[in-house]
């Protein structure tokens, strides 16, 4: 069988604060329906290099592709529609305060890609629906528990029919009670053949799921593999010795 | 007995035709002044460098002058560069134009206040900064900037007075007039006091009403 498509590919991509580099010559690519996941310490660049992605922070260096063609990102309007085509999926769910839950998946149909309001409200309903949120469509943010606000700004991503996903530690902010219901949503886009890049310290989904993991210190993309091969034979010892710790905290894949 | 008759005839009367001169003052002031405060507080907050500025200097300068001493500049002052406005139109510009800036203040005060993830959210779905404002951060803004804003409305009410200065005859120069041919100033001061109390009262009111009607649950933190 020949070899998915690349759907997403990044070059080099380096950003600065000051005088610290938080990323460091980052390249990866990623296949049609692949799934990949960044580990690594807190502060090693995990978030900084998926912001880098959609250009919410603005690289010093580096360019990315999307299916083969380079996202000019001075340019507002290519940045605009590339952005569209990438969902992202926050940390902290980031979810519009003011609206309902099924305002905050249409908010976007309706001011961004201009559908009348009936069709976005359809739309919305659906994908609430896609992640079992069909009983609370009309709650406000506030009203809803972490996981069930995480599910919401999945199906906020989703609506606007992304290429590939970007996911922010979509379970750190959650109660463990609350993870498996983000990661079974999760594991389901998975099963559709999703694109997606998610950084996570959920080592045990990371095992079963990822295609492929990339380990992430200081900036540096240090180490990439199969799950198997980063858990069992890393090459690099600091690789080694994260993971170690790692299953200790969260525990062996399950 | 004489006193009714006094009240009755000559002070309501004019005191009534001061009263809609001071709404005719009070309501377009309002707007214009909420709708500059909106559209300075977003360029303080989200304008390029050059606007932010520009933006600062207004209201430096209309929030540090007197709101009487711009009054004369409206009305007295520009006529010697061959700019005229009636004395109506001098005082809604400088009603507006003051307010606006104590406005802009409120404005830029919720604006700051809106969480920053929300708007990394907005871009990520491909919103324009001027439509992730429009939609994602005013929205919120406005209804966390509402109670200031009530409160500036109701001081506009209680400054209008200064439009007599100028010879806009509105309530308190009516109640001047009708008092200095009289010499009962405490009966009719006292009079046009209650109008405004009864003007500000109203206005608390209404904003209080548009304050929870646009409440959202879990939004006031």
Not at chain 1, 38 to 57: A, D, E, H, M, R
Not at chain 2, 71 to 78: A, D, M, S, T, V
């Amino acid at each position: 069988m020949s070899e998915k498509k690349v759907i997403l590919r990044a070059e080099n991509l380096t950003k600065r604060y000051g005088d610290k580099e938080v990323l460091k010559n980052a390249s990866f690519s990623i296949r049609e329906g692949e799934l990949k996941i960044l580990i690594g310490p807190s502060g090693g660049g995990k978030s900084t290099l998926l912001q880098c992605i959609n250009f919410l922070v603005r690289p010093e260096a580096g360019r990315v592709w999307l299916d083969g063609r380079e996202v000019l990102y001075h340019r507002k309007r290519e940045l605009y529609a590339y952005r569209q085509k990438v969902g992202m999926i926050f940390q902290d769910f980031n979810l519009f305060d003011h609206l309902t839950a099924v305002g905050n998946v249409e908010i976007a149909l309706i001011h961004v890609r201009g559908m009348d309001r009936e069709e976005a409200r359809t739309r919305a309903s659906s994908e609430l629906e896609r992640v079992g949120l069909r009983e609370h469509m009309e709650k406000y943010p506030a009203q809803l528990s972490g996981g069930q606000k995480q599910r919401v700004s999945i199906a906020r991503a989703l609506a606007m029919d992304p290429v590939v996903m970007l996911l922010d530690e979509p379970t750190s902010a959650l109660d463990p009670e609350l993870i498996s219901e983000v990661l079974s949503v999760i594991r389901d886009l998975r099963a559709n053949g999703m694109t997606m890049i998610m950084s996570t310290h959920q080592i045990g989904f990371a095992g079963e799921l990822a295609d492929e993991i990339l380990f992430m210190e200081d900036g540096v993309i240090v180490e990439t593999g199969s799950p198997k091969k980063l858990f069992s034979q890393a090459e690099c010892q600091r690789t080694r010795e994260f993971f170690l710790k790692i299953v200790e905290i969260y525990g062996e894949s399950r | 007995m004489e006193e009714l008759f006094f009240i009755q005839n000559d002070v309501a009367p004019a005191l009534w035709k001061g009263l809609l001169v001071s709404i005719r003052l009070i309501v377009p002031s309002a707007v214009f002044g909420l709708v500059i405060g909106v559209f300075v507080g977003v360029l303080r907050v989200f304008g390029n460098p050059f606007l932010t500025r520009l933006a600062d200097l207004y209201v430096a300068l209309f929030r540090g002058f007197p709101l009487v001493v711009q009054l004369f500049i409206w009305y007295f002052g520009l006529p010697h560069i061959g700019i005229y406005f009636t004395p109506y139109v001098a005082s809604v510009i400088a009603f507006s134009l003051c307010s606006g800036a104590y406005h802009s203040e409120y404005v830029r005060g919720a604006l700051l206040s809106i969480k920053r993830g929300q708007m990394l959210a907005a871009k990520s779905l491909g919103f324009s900064k001027i439509r992730m404002i429009r939609h994602v951060v005013l929205p919120q803004a406005v209804r966390r900037a509402l109670p200031g804003c009530g409160n500036e409305i109701i001081y506009l009410i209680k400054y209008s007075s200064l439009a007599y200065m100028i010879t806009c005859i509105e309530l308190t120069g009516q109640g001047k007039i009708i008092a200095s041919e009289t010499f009962k100033y405490t009966e009719v001061f006292m009079i046009v006091g209650a109008v405004y109390l009864v003007l500000t009262s109203a206005a608390a009111w209404g904003l209080h009403r548009l304050e929870a009607r646009v409440r959202i649950p879990g939004f006031q933190h």
